[in-house]
């Protein structure tokens, strides 16, 4: 059974950071290529960065140059490093394993 379990989302000023994180298990954590996706209220889920297996990483252009995607194979955990956080960041940010498995999701807020 596989689960992903998101932590990290919170309440921050706009220009802050926050670092998110993806515990995952019951799938071969090394050789999947894991995302970050999120979700504002009334749009649709967007893909916001991703990692494979050997560590490529993509980004949209709405958050490059301030988030970072990383992994922890020895710790099965994907890693979204945000910094310089914008209002328009805010939604649920959900991981994503191999396209097919989701977490529950995670709330950002930047908000003054």
């Known amino acids: 059974q596989v689960q992903l379990v998101e932590s990290g989302g919170g309440l921050v000023q706009p220009g802050g950071s926050l670092r998110l994180s993806c515990a995952a298990s019951?799938?071969?954590?090394?050789?999947?290529?894991m995302r970050w996706y999120r979700q504002a209220p009334g749009k649709e889920r967007e893909l916001v960065a991703a990692?494979?297996?050997?560590?490529?990483?993509n980004y949209a252009d709405s958050v490059k140059g301030r988030f970072t995607i990383s992994r922890d194979n020895a710790k099965s955990t994907v890693y979204l490093q945000m910094n310089s956080l914008k209002p328009e960041d805010s939604g649920v940010y959900y991981c994503?394993?191999?396209?097919?498995?989701w977490g529950q999701g995670t709330q950002v807020t930047v908000s003054s």
């Open positions: 990692i494979t297996s050997g560590g490529s990483t």
């Open positions: 019951g799938i071969i954590f090394s050789i999947t290529t």
């Open positions: 994503n394993a191999a396209l097919g498995f």
